[in-house]
């Protein structure tokens, strides 16, 4: 049995995107696989979806909402996870099997290469596959004393990329961003849909858009002058696969 994990607190993200996920996921495997989210609100949930309460886990209370809270999941134990577990965001969509994340050099941390940190030895926590138990102290570590963590590091996934001496990455065409991997250059975004490139398994949207919006062609922006570069044209695989 694969398991895949991932976690869903607040109102960012409605249980379409749960169930959308849960629905890639069952598309893009020929093997046995079970989706768990840890949330604190599961109504309306794909019954295929097992669902457990958030993992606890000592944060600040200003950063109970960031991905800080991702940690809890490195934890052991932690329900029945064993083995390789694969963790995929909410807002991430699968565009080609995930069977190959699990047989990829079993029993290491894989992680996406961040992709505006190349070379600096960053994983992106979009998408990562990591060994129950094995890395436990990643989360002891910072639930024993998290505001010195916090203070030498701004995100989670930076914390996690130094504190190992255990993490590999992902082939680097298994999971793109689709701003930074997929978008095409000024101007040509006012004019070309992003494409989706073969080998591609995940793709990761980071910030703005999201996938419904970049679905529509649509890019949010606060200031009026920002429209003059972030465009994204409507863009039809998304559709086809985000469902």
């Not at 932690?78 to 099997?97: A, M, Y």
């Not at 894989?110 to 030895?121: D, E, F, G, S």
Request: overall charge neutral; charged content about 20%.
């Amino acid at each position: 049995m694969q398991t895949v994990i991932c976690t869903k607190w607040g109102t960012k993200y409605g249980i379409d995107y749960l169930n959308r996920l849960a629905s890639m996921v069952r598309r893009n495997t020929t093997r046995d696989t079970r989706l768990i989210c840890f949330t604190d609100d599961a109504e309306g949930v794909d019954p295929w979806v097992t669902i457990e309460p958030l993992p606890p886990i000592n944060l600040p209370k200003h950063l109970s909402s960031t991905p800080w809270r991702k940690l809890s999941l490195w934890q052991y134990p932690l329900n029945d996870l064993e083995g390789d577990i694969l963790f995929f965001d909410l807002d991430v969509v699968i565009t080609g099997s995930i069977d190959e994340f699990f047989d990829y050099m079993p029993g290491r941390y894989c992680v996406a290469q961040n992709w505006t940190q190349l070379n600096q030895r960053i994983g992106n926590t979009s998408v990562y596959r990591f060994p129950a138990g094995k890395m436990a102290y990643i989360y002891d570590d910072f639930n024993a004393n998290p505001e010195a963590i916090l203070s030498r590091y701004r995100i989670e996934q930076q914390y996690i990329s130094d504190a190992t001496d255990d993490q590999v990455f992902l082939p680097r065409e298994w999971c793109l961003s689709f701003k930074h991997s997929l978008l095409p250059a000024w101007p040509m975004r006012f004019f070309v849909p992003p494409p989706l490139p073969a080998g591609t398994k995940v793709v990761a949207f980071h910030g703005k858009p999201d996938p419904h919006e970049a679905r529509d062609g649509i890019w949010p922006v606060n200031a009026a002058w920002k429209k003059l570069y972030k465009h994204v044209c409507p863009t039809p695989w998304i559709a086809e696969h985000w469902r």
